[in-house]
C-alpha cells in the first residue's frame, strides 16, 4: 500500500530539474500513505515524471523499491496496493521461461515481468487484489494508467490542455504550477444526493477519477488522445454466474468456506504485522474467525465502543474475541476524541464525503494502526450476500405499492405526513408493533416519500438517497443513475450498490480512514473468486425470512455460536444528530449561516435553513440531510475554493 503521483508535460517543455520539482511537490502530499520511503523518476525528452511514497508490506528491502525498472530498462512502474496472486503469477512467468533475474520478492516486481511478457491488456484480467497503477512503456512510447476490479484503490487524473497529471488523491494536485480549482457543480449535486461524488466525476471540473476495472492509454508520442478501456465488468460476471445457479445449501456452505479460507489466507500474506477490525457483526466476525482457524497464534483484533448504548458495538466485539481467542484491544471513545476528528475530515478526504461512519473508521484505523501496519475488513459482505435492510424491504414494498392505484398512494402519503414526527414517537408506546423501534415518526415520513414512486427503479433511488438531485445545488444537468437489470429487484439493487454505493462510498471511507494513518486496508470478501460464487447462489441462500447473509451465517455459525451475532444491525455510526444540537451546534450555525451558504451561488439556503430550524426544534432529525451540507461546507471553508459564475 502506497501512494503515487505523476505528471506528463503534453509539450514536453519542462527540463529535468523542473519536472524533479514539480512530482517532489505532489509526493509530499502523501507522505502519509508511504512513509517508509519516496522515490522519484523523471523522463525530460518525454516531459514525464513518476513519485512513490511506499509503505513497506511485501519484501521490505530496497529490492521492492517505487518505481521500479523493467530488467531490460525499456518500462518503468510505480504501484498502489497489493496483487494478492503474484506467487501465482511469478511461476507462470517462469515455467514460460519469461522470468527475469528476480531482484528481490515483491508483488511489483511480479506484475512489471507480467506487463513485459503478457502486455496490459493480458496482464490486468489476470490479477487478484487492490491496485492502482502507472506503467510507462518507453519501447512503445506508451502510458498506462490502470485501477482494480472493485475500486478498492484510488486514482485521480487532471487534464488542462497543457499538462496531464495523476495522483492516488487530491491533494498533489493543487502544488502544481496553475492548477485549475473551479467546482463542479454537477459533482456537488450528485453529491447531495449520494452523499460522496460518483465516479468518473470530481470535486473539480478538471479532475476526473479513472473508474474502476478500467484502463487508461496516453500516447507519449502525442499524436491520439487518452483512451479508457473497461477489461472487467461485475454486471458481466453476474450474469454469467447466474447461469449456473447454486440451489443446494449444504454443498454451498462448504464451498463459501473454502472460497472464504482461500482468499483470508491470500490477504494474511504479509512481512510486516497484520490484525483486524472487529465489529462483532457477521461480516467483521466471519473474516476474524477464518484468520483465526488459520493462524498459530493469536490474531490481533481492534474495536472501538462509544459511551452512548445505541451506537456501541464494543460489547459484542469482545464476545466474539473472546470465544474465538484473539488478542483484542478495545478502546471506548469520548464524545469529544470523536467530534475532535470532524476538523480533520476534509484534509482526509480532499474532497466532500458525508458518511458519518468515517469518524469511527478513522478512529478504529488509528487504534490498529499502534500495533499493526495491515488490517482486514469486513467491508462488501452486505453487497455480495443481502445484508442492506432495502433488499428485503424495497421489494416487499413495491409489491404492495404496485398494487394500489397512485391517487390512493397519494392521498395515504399526505395523511401519514400531516401527523408530525414527534407525535409518532409518543405514540410509539401505546402501539405494541413500534415499541422498540428508534425514531419513528422520521421513519413513517421516509415511508410516505416512496408511496408515489413510479416503478421500483425508483423507489431503490429514494430508498438511499438524500437531498434530491438539484433541490438545493444551482445545477441542471445530471440524473440518477439507472439500475442494470440481472434478474430481479434484490439482484439489481445488490448490483448496482456494488457498482456504485462499495466503490464511491465504503471503499472511499476505508482507503482514506486507513490511509490517513498509514495503515493498509484489505477486503477479504472483494476476492473475484468469491464474487462470482456469490452471484451463483440461489436468491433464497442470501436472503430468507427477511433476513440477509443467510449462507454467511452458516458458515460464521461453525466458528461463533449464533447468539453471539444474533442481533440487529446497528452499522458503524456516531449520534450526529444530538452532537448538532448540543456541543456541534456552533461550528455547525457557522456553517450553515445563510450568507455563507448562498456564497457563490452554489446552494439555495432557503430549505437547508428549515430542515437546520426543525432539526434544533427536535421536531425532526434531519442529520442525514444536514451531515452532506456541512461536509461540503466545511471542504469549501479549508479549500478556499471559488465555484465558476
Known amino acids: 500500500m502506497c501512494g503515487i503521483a505523476g505528471y506528463l508535460s503534453l509539450h514536453k517543455d519542462r527540463r529535468e530539474g523542473e519536472l524533479k520539482t514539480i512530482i517532489m511537490n505532489m509526493s509530499a502530499c502523501l507522505a502519509h500513505r508511504g512513509p517508509d520511503s519516496d522515490g522519484f523518476w523523471t523522463m525530460?525528452?518525454?516531459?514525464?515524471?513518476?513519485?512513490?511514497?511506499?509503505?513497506?508490506?511485501?519484501?521490505?528491502?530496497p529490492a521492492g523499491a517505487q518505481p521500479m525498472h523493467s530488467a531490460d530498462g525499456q518500462?518503468?512502474?510505480?504501484?498502489?496496493?497489493?496483487?494478492?496472486?503474484?506467487?501465482?503469477?511469478?511461476?507462470?512467468?517462469?515455467?514460460?521461461?519469461?522470468?527475469?533475474?528476480?531482484?528481490?520478492?515483491?508483488?511489483?516486481?511480479?506484475?512489471?515481468?507480467?506487463?513485459?511478457?503478457?502486455?496490459?491488456?493480458?496482464?490486468?484480467?489476470?490479477?487478484?487484489g487492490m491496485f492502482a497503477f502507472a506503467y510507462a512503456d518507453m519501447a512503445r512510447r506508451k502510458l498506462y494508467l490502470a485501477r482494480d476490479r472493485f475500486g478498492e484503490k484510488p486514482l485521480y487524473i487532471y487534464r488542462d490542455g497543457n499538462s496531464l497529471a495523476f495522483a492516488s488523491e487530491l491533494k498533489p494536485f493543487r502544488t502544481l504550477?496553475?492548477?485549475?480549482?473551479?467546482?463542479?457543480?454537477?459533482?456537488?449535486?450528485?453529491?447531495?444526493?449520494?452523499?460522496?461524488?460518483?465516479?468518473?466525476?470530481?470535486?473539480?471540473?478538471?479532475?476526473?477519477?479513472?473508474?474502476?476495472?478500467?484502463?487508461?492509454?496516453?500516447?507519449?508520442?502525442?499524436?491520439?488522445?487518452?483512451?479508457?478501456?473497461?477489461?472487467?465488468?461485475?454486471?458481466?460476471?453476474?450474469?454469467?454466474?447466474?447461469?449456473?445457479?447454486?440451489?443446494?445449501?449444504?454443498?454451498?456452505?462448504?464451498?463459501?468456506?473454502?472460497?472464504?479460507?482461500q482468499s483470508i489466507q491470500l490477504r494474511m500474506m504479509s512481512d510486516v504485522p497484520l490484525g483486524a477490525f472487529l465489529s462483532g457483526g457477521i461480516d467483521s466476525s466471519t473474516v476474524v474467525a477464518l484468520m483465526q482457524a488459520q493462524s498459530m497464534r493469536p490474531v490481533k483484533t481492534y474495536a472501538i465502543g462509544f459511551a452512548e448504548a445505541n451506537f456501541n458495538e464494543a460489547p459484542h466485539a469482545r464476545a466474539v474475541a473472546q470465544h474465538l481467542g484473539t488478542e483484542h484491544t478495545e478502546y471506548v471513545v469520548t464524545s469529544a476524541e470523536a467530534m475532535a476528528v470532524i476538523p480533520q475530515l476534509p484534509q482526509i478526504y480532499d474532497e466532500p464525503f458525508a458518511d458519518s461512519?468515517?469518524?469511527?473508521?478513522?478512529?478504529?484505523?488509528?487504534?490498529?494502526?499502534?500495533?499493526?501496519?495491515?488490517?482486514?475488513?469486513?467491508?462488501?459482505?452486505?453487497?455480495?450476500?443481502?445484508?442492506?435492510?432495502?433488499?428485503?424491504?424495497?421489494?416487499?414494498?413495491?409489491?404492495?405499492?404496485?398494487?394500489?392505484?397512485?391517487?390512493l398512494r397519494a392521498a395515504a402519503?399526505?395523511?401519514?405526513?400531516?401527523?408530525?414526527?414527534?407525535?409518532?414517537?409518543?405514540?410509539?408506546?401505546?402501539?405494541?408493533?413500534?415499541?422498540?423501534?428508534?425514531?419513528?415518526?422520521?421513519?413513517?415520513?421516509?415511508?410516505?416519500?416512496?408511496?408515489?414512486?413510479?416503478?421500483?427503479?425508483?423507489?431503490?433511488?429514494?430508498?438511499?438517497?438524500?437531498?434530491?438531485?438539484?433541490?438545493?445545488?444551482?445545477?441542471?444537468?445530471?440524473?440518477?443513475?439507472?439500475?442494470?437489470?440481472?434478474?430481479?429487484?434484490?439482484?439489481?439493487?445488490?448490483?448496482?450498490?456494488?457498482?456504485?454505493?462499495?466503490?464511491?462510498?465504503?471503499?472511499?471511507?476505508l482507503d482514506r480512514a486507513s490511509m490517513a494513518v498509514s495503515l493498509e486496508s484489505r477486503v477479504p470478501l472483494l476476492d473475484p473468486e468469491l464474487f462470482s460464487f456469490a452471484w451463483s447462489l440461489a436468491p433464497d441462500l442470501k436472503i430468507r425470512n427477511g433476513q440477509g447473509k443467510y449462507l454467511l451465517r452458516q458458515v460464521l455459525h461453525k466458528y461463533v455460536p449464533e447468539d453471539l451475532i444474533d442481533r440487529p444491525k446497528m452499522g458503524f455510526g456516531v449520534p450526529i444528530g444530538d452532537w448538532l444540537r448540543g456541543p456541534l451546534r456552533d461550528w455547525a450555525e457557522d456553517l450553515l449561516n445563510p450568507s455563507?451558504?448562498?456564497?457563490?451561488?452554489?446552494?439555495?439556503?432557503?430549505?437547508?435553513?428549515?430542515?437546520?430550524?426543525?432539526?434544533?426544534?427536535?421536531?425532526?432529525?434531519?442529520?442525514t440531510y444536514l451531515w452532506p451540507v456541512l461536509m461540503l461546507q466545511a471542504w469549501r471553508q479549508a479549500q478556499d475554493v471559488t465555484p465558476p459564475a
Request: aromatic share 8%.
Open 357 to 407: 461512519s468515517q469518524i469511527p473508521t478513522y478512529l478504529v484505523s488509528k487504534l490498529a494502526r499502534r500495533d499493526v501496519t495491515v488490517s482486514l475488513s469486513g467491508d462488501a459482505g452486505d453487497e455480495l450476500f443481502g445484508g442492506y435492510n432495502r433488499y428485503f424491504i424495497g421489494p416487499k414494498l413495491w409489491r404492495w405499492l404496485s398494487r394500489l392505484p397512485a391517487p
Open 413 to 509: 402519503a399526505r395523511m401519514m405526513t400531516a401527523v408530525p414526527p414527534h407525535r409518532y414517537d409518543q405514540l410509539k408506546n401505546i402501539l405494541p408493533p413500534f415499541k422498540h423501534m428508534k425514531a419513528v415518526g422520521d421513519k413513517v415520513h421516509k415511508l410516505a416519500g416512496l408511496l408515489d414512486a413510479a416503478d421500483e427503479h425508483i423507489l431503490y433511488h429514494r430508498m438511499h438517497t438524500f437531498w434530491p438531485l438539484h433541490s438545493i445545488v444551482n445545477h441542471s444537468g445530471g440524473d440518477h443513475k439507472a439500475i442494470d437489470d440481472v434478474g430481479g429487484m434484490t439482484d439489481d439493487m445488490m448490483l448496482h450498490d456494488t457498482i456504485n454505493y462499495l466503490p464511491n462510498d465504503i471503499l472511499v471511507k
Open 177 to 261: 504550477p496553475g492548477f485549475d480549482a473551479a467546482i463542479n457543480r454537477a459533482a456537488v449535486a450528485e453529491y447531495m444526493a449520494y452523499s460522496y461524488v460518483p465516479e468518473p466525476r470530481s470535486i473539480y471540473e478538471r479532475v476526473e477519477k479513472l473508474p474502476v476495472a478500467s484502463c487508461m492509454e496516453i500516447d507519449l508520442a502525442g499524436g491520439a488522445a487518452p483512451v479508457v478501456t473497461q477489461y472487467w465488468s461485475a454486471l458481466t460476471a453476474a450474469r454469467n454466474a447466474r447461469a449456473n445457479l447454486i440451489t443446494d445449501e449444504q454443498s454451498a456452505a462448504a464451498r463459501l468456506d473454502e472460497l472464504l479460507r
Open 44 to 61: 525530460p525528452e518525454l516531459g514525464l515524471a513518476f513519485a512513490h511514497r511506499r509503505l513497506a508490506i511485501i519484501d521490505v528491502s
Open 596 to 623: 455563507a451558504l448562498s456564497q457563490d451561488n452554489l446552494l439555495s439556503p432557503t430549505p437547508i435553513t428549515q430542515k437546520w430550524q426543525e432539526h434544533l426544534s427536535g421536531r425532526r432529525n434531519w442529520q
Open 75 to 128: 518500462a518503468v512502474l510505480t504501484l498502489n496496493g497489493e496483487i494478492y496472486n503474484f506467487m501465482a503469477l511469478r511461476a507462470e512467468l517462469e515455467r514460460a521461461g519469461a522470468a527475469p533475474a528476480w531482484r528481490g520478492h515483491s508483488d511489483t516486481e511480479v506484475v512489471l515481468a507480467a506487463l513485459r511478457h503478457w502486455g496490459v491488456a493480458a496482464t490486468l484480467p489476470k490479477l487478484n
